[in-house]
């Protein structure tokens, strides 16, 4: 029996309805008995591959298992669907009990029921079972091909995918021009997305090399893919070169380059192409596209865009779309306005892990150790299981707020009661919490016992604690860790040299200075970010580019004697330079973020919160100078270091002079 489309979404409506025996309309019930001969195996095969097709797995297999019933012997065409609504679903049982049937009936050695049983066994984890079957084939398509190499991307096996793709093209060279076993575009897919995450930029050259040969560079969906393999090798101008060079584009396209940007830190080209996608209007933007505009607005701190794309968001009715919804938390977050990111998250309708994470880690970057810790208590009370993520922000919270005991309590409680293990970054949390609370002996102590070798985050976190509590002889340890792990980064020689600064060894200074030079390494620039008006200003320290340094510099004169006026006392250890006193002071006066405050106090109204970006751990001198500001000029003053933000008022500090 030959049915068209449009019966056959008839026979899957009706299936529903006959299924769940709603007997008020008999026309429908008419319709189902009219089309679908129960006793016919092909009427069957329709409404499963139909209820397939449509993403109603769970009907498909209902349906299968009725026609099962009915000691209907299925054919060659029934498994294949039936299989991959077990896919879909990821039930590995019922998957089982298909490949068991497809074994009894003989179906097993067919090409497309093998094919559907290597993805299934691939989605639901179990590779060596679809490795098993993909060895029995005895002759593969590309089909075959393909869905054990994606496979082994899926279950994160990278490597073995593209060793397999190597193995593919000797039986495609030995196949003498057969069609079936010629790579393909989707193919050329998957081997790209495991380019993507060995991230090795000889690897991806190679296989872009492959697909230009064959003519595949023009493939919309290879594309896309080669974009971001591009993009996780750091090569962002060859993954922009890619999407410029594209015939055309379709709204993966866009979303793909405007989240490389945006994941990098390279907000202003991730606003770009989002103004430009608007502008062509070619392609409307959807959930994923504002998913990724709220992350470079979180990066850059533009809370002015950030609250539009909220407004958007609200437009299109998106504001119940999970991630978006953890989007604009995160973004209203790093923007400094986590009471805003809260009411985001209360009016959530559903949350997920992340949701729930983005919040405990808003609350802890901002010092609110207490919220964050309750937002845990309410996850765990809603039966969300927390994940490593998590206890991340958690554990990063305690420390922020120095809570020594409860980060002892939940570094401990994650592998026992939730089977976490304790990863680099929980133990940098550890690290970080032990150090900055001054007990340096037992954060080396947990070092050492470390299961895991300890990365740069953990030496990095030591390291910073020495530099804080002035130990000489652990940051000397720290610092040569460090040097080993990560050679071009020239911060932990900065680090290292503040701590021979405190301690007055101007000497070891010079050496360190002379070992920078030496290794090519240059200090990246302190500079501080103020948004007015929607424009960013841009403060180097002892800057004279902005057009209005004079005044600048004017303000601080007047700023500087009223400070003294109210107890204001330079802090010269924070000018690590072997100079007079009256030259220090001078230094400490134009650091980049009392530039900054300074600019942002005369180009806004009275009672104006001033935002703050600074690239940089804000230094002492300028944490307490500002804290002094605030109750000069009656302002709150938000700065956002490369640690945690610092909420200014009335001369004190959210931070409570802990950080």
Known sequence: MKISNSTSVVITFSWKIYRRRYSNNP??????????????????????????????????LRAFSSMRKLSLKPNRSTFPCAIKSCSALLDLHSGRQAHQQALIFGFEPDLFVSSALVDMYSKCGELRDARTLFDEISHRNVVSWTSMITGYVQNDDAHRALLLFKEFLVEESGSEGDGEVCVDPIAMVSVLSACSRVSEKSI??????????????????????????????GELGVSRRVFDGMAER?????????????????????????????????????????????????HSGSQRLGKCIHDQVIKMGLESNVFVGTSIIDMYCKCGKVEMARKAFDRM????????????????????????????????????????????????????????????HWFKAMSHEF????????Y??????????????????????????????????????????KNVDLGEI?????????????????????????????????????LMKNSGLVKPPGFSLVDIKGRVHVFLVGDREHPQHEKI???????????????????????????????????????????????????????????????????????????????????????????????????????????
């Open 478 to 514: 720290s610092a040569r860790k460090l040097f080993e792990l990560d050679p071009k980064n020239c911060g932990y020689y900065v680090l290292l040299s503040n701590i021979y600064a405190d301690a007055g060894r101007w000497e070891d200074v010079e050496r360190m200075r002379i």
């Open 428 to 469: 940098g949390c550890m690290v970080d919490l032990l150090g900055r609370a001054g007990y340096l002996k037992e954060a080396f102590d947990l070092i050492k016992g470390m299961k895991l070798r300890p990365d740069f985050v953990v030496w990095g976190a030591l390291l910073g604690a020495c530099r804080m509590h």
């Open 27 to 60: 026309n429908l019930t008419t319709l189902f008995n009219k089309y679908v001969d129960k006793t016919n195996v092909f009427s069957w095969n329709s409404v499963i591959a139909e209820l397939a097709r449509s993403g109603d797995s769970v009907e498909a």
């Open 250 to 298: 379709d709204v993966i396209s866009w979303n793909s380059i405007i989240a490389v940007y945006a994941q990098n830190g390279m907000s202003t080209e991730s606003m770009e192409i989002f103004h430009r996608m608007v502008k062509d209007g070619e392609i409307n933007y959807n959930a994923v596209t504002l998913s990724a505009v709220l992350l470079a607005c979180a």
């Open 204 to 233: 991806t050259e190679g296989v872009h090399g492959f697909l230009i040969k064959r003519g595949f560079e023009g493939d919309l969906g290879v594309e896309n893919t080669l974009m971001d393999a591009y993009a996780k090798c």
């Open 553 to 659: 510099y004017e303000y601080l004169e007047k700023l500087s004697m009223k400070l003294q006026e109210v107890g204001y006392v330079p802090d010269m250890t924070s000018v690590l330079h072997d100079v007079g006193h009256e030259e220090k002071e001078m230094v400490l006066r134009v650091h980049s973020e009392k530039l900054a405050v300074a600019f942002g106090i005369m180009n806004t109204v009275p009672g104006t919160t001033i935002h703050i970006i600074k690239n940089l751990r804000v230094c002492g001198d300028c944490h307490t100078a500002i804290k002094f500001i605030s109750k000069i000029v009656d302002r709150e003053i938000v700065v956002r270091d490369s640690k945690r933000f610092h909420h200014f008022r009335d001369g004190l500090c959210s931070c409570g002079d802990y950080w």
């Open 349 to 408: 309708r559903e949350k997920n892990v992340k949701s729930w994470s983005a919040m405990v880690a808003g609350y802890g970057m901002h010092g609110r150790a207490k919220e964050a810790l309750e937002v845990f208590y309410e996850m765990n009370m809603a039966g969300v299981k927390p994940n490593y993520i998590t206890f991340v922000s958690v554990l990063a919270a305690c420390s922020h707020a120095g809570l020594l005991e409860e980060g002892w």
């Open 419 to 426: 089977d976490v293990e304790p990863g680099v970054e929980h």
